[in-house]
Nanobody, 114 residues
Framework: QVQVVESGGGLVQPGGSLRLSCAAS????????MGWYRQAPGKERELVAG?????STNYADSVKGRFIASRDRNTVHLQMNSLKPEDTAVYYC??????????WGQGTQVTVSS
């Protein structure tokens, strides 16, 4: 059984910060990449940031310079700074294991509003 559990979402004012965390556990095997996606109402799910097993990171252009992804074994974090209303979405943790299987968390709501 595999569990992918996110935490850290909430309501924040524009310009504020939030930190999301995600922990993967269970019979998950060896993890290649852990990352974050988000889905806003009426929009498709999009990649926000990813961290490979080597520690390499990639970011969506819209969050570069504001968000920082970090990883420690089977845990990944997303430090979100200078948040904007357009960052409002449900954020999902994604885990890609060697062999190609992927696992998703249940999602955590991030709302940026004054």
């Amino acid at each position: 059984q595999v569990q992918v559990v996110e935490s850290g979402g909430g309501l924040v004012q524009p310009g504020g910060s939030l930190r999301l965390s995600c922990a993967a556990s269970g019979s998950i095997g060896s993890i290649n990449t852990m990352g974050w996606y988000r889905q806003a109402p009426g929009k498709e799910r999009e990649l926000v940031a990813g961290v490979t097993y080597t520690g390499s990171t990639n970011y969506a252009d819209s969050v570069k310079g504001r968000f920082i992804a970090s990883r420690d074994r089977n845990t990944v974090h997303l430090q979100m700074n200078s948040l904007k209303p357009e960052d409002t979405a449900v954020y999902y943790c994604n885990v890609l294991v060697w062999g190609g299987r992927t696992f998703w968390g249940q999602g955590t709501q991030v709302t940026v509003s004054s």
